[in-house]
């Protein structure tokens, strides 16, 4: 699926918990934000969030939107 999402040049290891808790959470709201010092992986996590249901093709909400990064956002 074509998106705009940046190229991983690394693997993504760990933080688990952090993507179940995404996973669970997203379906169940409009807006989500991540918060946290500078270099926490805020970025990263959800990059990675996002990576999943654009390749999965997944719906993030229950209605009948899926998910799909806008080609403006940078």
């Known amino acids: 699926i074509p998106n705009n999402l940046p190229v991983q040049l690394t693997?993504?290891?760990?933080?688990?918990?952090?993507l179940s808790e995404l996973h669970h959470l997203l379906p169940t709201t409009r807006l989500l934000t991540l918060t946290g010092v500078g270099g926490a992986g805020k970025t990263r996590l959800?990059?990675?969030?996002?990576a999943h249901y654009v390749g999965t093709g997944e719906s993030v909400s229950s209605t009948r939107h899926p998910f799909r990064m806008a080609s403006g956002w940078s």
């Open 46 to 50: 959800a990059i990675q969030v996002g």
């Open 11 to 18: 693997r993504f290891i760990g933080r688990q918990r952090e």
